[in-house]
T-cell receptor
Framework: GAVVSQHPSWVICKSGTSVKIECRSL??????MFWYRQFPKQSLMLMAT?????????EQGVEKDKFLINHASLTLSTLTVTSAHPEDSSFYIC??????????????FGQGTRLTVV | QKEVEQNSGPLSVPEGAIASLNCTYS??????FFWYRQYSGKSPELIMF????GDKEDGRFTAQLNKASQYVSLLIRDSQPSDSATYLC?????????????FGKGTKLSVIP
């Protein structure tokens, strides 16, 4: 299957600083990538949909000025958590739609990034 | 609001038994249904997807879909301790032109040796 690489796998940062998370599709071009957040014992919550070359579409309640998404190429999307606070500590996961155009095209997930804000 | 519901569990089954995981969804127009397995601290990995009514088998796994009842299930035969994980049901709703998925909260499965 297609491979999505997410980096870093974990990061600890101080409150008030910014953190960038990268999501790369290694062997296919991903015009659409998705960013999820998962709190302990909760399901994946979609934060935003990232489209190459255009502005990301954010889900209701997600601050676009706090969670900056850039999808400048067909293989790379980045999520920057700005002015991070302890409540932003979570597991962030990206996914990319696999090649093809059918509705059954599965989503391939990155390894996830464990963010801890202290 | 489009919802996907799963029993959070934990569901405990003895090794070698059949584990049955269930999922219901609210959007009657949903078209594709996915089962993911997620180990603690890891990202989800796809087990299988189904889009037609009936059963779909892949090795020890069988997905069952009943669109009239808005119900999808996953059966795991000959359960192994390595199957212990959280199983996420995901639905691709109707009108989701960007192919986004809506996830349930997951069912935690424990296979007892």
């Amino acid at each position: 299957g297609a491979v999505v690489s997410q980096h870093p796998s974990w990061v600890i940062c101080k409150s008030g600083t910014s953190v960038k998370i990268e999501c790369r599709s290694l062997d296919f071009q991903a015009t659409t990538m998705f960013w999820y957040r998962q709190f302990p014992k909760q399901s994946l919550m979609l934060m935003a949909t990232s489209n190459e070359g255009s502005k990301a579409t954010y889900e209701q309640g997600v601050e676009k000025d706090k969670f900056l998404i850039n999808h400048a190429s067909l293989t790379l999307s980045t999520l920057t958590v700005t002015s991070a606070h302890p409540e932003d500590s979570s597991f962030y996961i990206c996914s990319a739609r696999g090649p093809g155009t059918t509705l059954n095209t599965e989503a391939f997930f990155g390894q996830g990034t464990r963010l801890t804000v202290v | 609001q489009k919802e996907v519901e799963q029993n959070s569990g934990p569901l405990s089954v003895p090794e070698g038994a059949i584990a049955s995981l269930n999922c219901t969804y609210s959007d009657r127009g949903s078209q594709s249904f996915f089962w993911y397995r997620q180990y603690s601290g890891k990202s989800p990995e796809l087990i299988m997807f189904i889009y037609s009514n009936g059963d779909k088998e892949d090795g020890r796994f069988t997905a069952q879909l009943n669109k009239a009842s808005q119900y999808v299930s996953l059966l795991i035969r000959d359960s192994q301790p390595s199957d212990s994980a959280t199983y996420l049901c995901a639905v691709r709703p109707s009108g989701a032109g960007s192919y986004q998925l809506t996830f349930g909260k997951g069912t935690k499965l424990s296979v007892i040796p």
